[in-house]
Nanobody, 116 residues
Framework: QVQLVESGGGLVQAGGSLRLSCAASGRTFSIYRMGWFRQAPGEERESIAAISWTSGSTYHADSVKGRFTISRDNAKNTVYLQMNSLKPEDTAVYYC?????????WGQGTRVTVSS
């Protein structure tokens, strides 16, 4: 199994920045890809960024492209989401996900609130 622990959420004003972290433990050798999803109240969970654990290639959804950046530190088994120019519509619970040979795993979520 893989365990994921997120941190870094909080309250920030519009235009501000936050960095989320997701530390993976357990069978991390089985991970192919890690990503960030978010779920706003009354909305479905959406994928916003992903990174290959081996090549480092990345994906960013159009809604966050140019503002958010996903990165990884393989030595620390940690993936980050740097969020800049935050908007009120970025308010959501953010979840870390790992996808690999042993399936998909999720973190507990960290709440991000952007005030206008």
């Amino acid at each position: 199994q893989v365990q994921l622990v997120e941190s870094g959420g909080g309250l920030v004003q519009a235009g501000g920045s936050l960095r989320l972290s997701c530390a993976a433990s357990g069978r991390t050798f089985s991970i192919y890809r890690m990503g960030w999803f978010r779920q706003a109240p009354g909305e479905e969970r959406e994928s916003i960024a992903a990174i290959s654990w081996t090549s480092g290639s990345t994906y960013h959804a159009d809604s966050v492209k140019g503002r958010f950046t996903i990165s990884r530190d393989n030595a620390k088994n940690t993936v980050y989401l740097q969020m800049n120019s935050l908007k009120p519509e970025d308010t959501a619970v953010y979840y870390c996900n790992s996808h690999g040979a042993m399936g998909d795993y999720w973190g507990q979520g960290t709440r991000v609130t952007v005030s206008s």
